[in-house]
């Protein structure tokens, strides 16, 4: 099993420009989100998913959207990127809220310059 | 709103020894806290789920406690290794996952 596969890896945007950074889960998992890790700060919830076609914001959501169209994917969008972006960005999957492991990809490390 | 807070300074052990990490929250008891460990560059990989009601849960070893009176976690890691070397994040199991900051470890030879 591939787990949680995020792409890509590394990536340099340009103040102003958009992306889309994609997360895909082979787990059949309901629950989907995503996370921003500062240093000094821990993981920061982003956006996150209960099932498909629901979505709901976490703890710093401005700056990014999200869809959830399939169990599989769950890709977060950045706007208009900000230098205040730049961070690794984390998603993780799990098959319930509470009382499971959840499964985090390898991260993508993003700079906006 | 619920915070986790672990010690941000790194934790320097001699190989061999018990290497004790902490997690403590604010507000509500949470009904399940979680231990993840994280190397550089990666994500973190689960290690260990505690339950309200369990006051103590092992797996090999890996020790954790969970004090609700204390508002407390603490994290163990008997007869520590080189490799155990990482950082180590708590985190509170509600809506999602509430993380606390993480914990560095490192264990010297």
């Known amino acids: 099993n591939a787990g949680v596969t995020q792409t890509p890896k590394f990536q340099v945007l340009k103040t102003g420009q958009s992306m889309t950074l994609q997360c895909a889960q082979d787990m059949n998992h309901e629950y989907m989100s995503w996370y921003r890790q500062d240093p000094g700060m821990g993981l920061r919830l982003i956006h996150y998913?209960?099932?498909?076609?629901?979505?709901d914001q976490g703890e710093v959501p401005n700056g990014y959207n999200v869809s959830r169209s399939t169990t599989e994917d769950f890709p977060l969008r950045l706007l208009s990127a900000a230098p205040s972006q730049t961070s690794v960005y984390f998603c993780?999957?799990?098959?319930?809220?509470?009382?499971?492991?959840?499964?985090f990809g390898q991260g993508t490390r993003l700079t906006v310059v | 709103s619920q915070k986790i807070e672990q010690n941000s300074e790194a934790l320097n052990i001699q190989e061999g020894k018990t290497a004790t990490l902490t997690c403590n929250y604010t507000n509500y008891s949470p009904a399940y806290l979680q231990w993840y460990r994280q190397d550089p560059g990666r994500g973190p990989v689960f290690l260990l789920l505690i339950r309200e009601n369990e006051k103590e849960k092992r797996k090999e070893r890996l020790k954790v406690t969970f004090d609700t009176t204390l508002k407390q976690s603490l994290f163990h890691i008997t007869a520590s290794q080189p490799a155990d070397s990482a950082t180590y994040l708590c985190?509170?199991?509600?809506?999602?996952?509430?993380f606390g900051g993480g914990t560095r470890l490192m264990v010297k030879p």
């Open positions: 985190a509170n199991a509600g809506n999602m996952l509430t």
């Open positions: 998913s209960v099932g498909a076609g629901i979505t």
């Open positions: 993780a999957s799990s098959s319930r809220q509470l009382d499971t492991e959840a499964f």
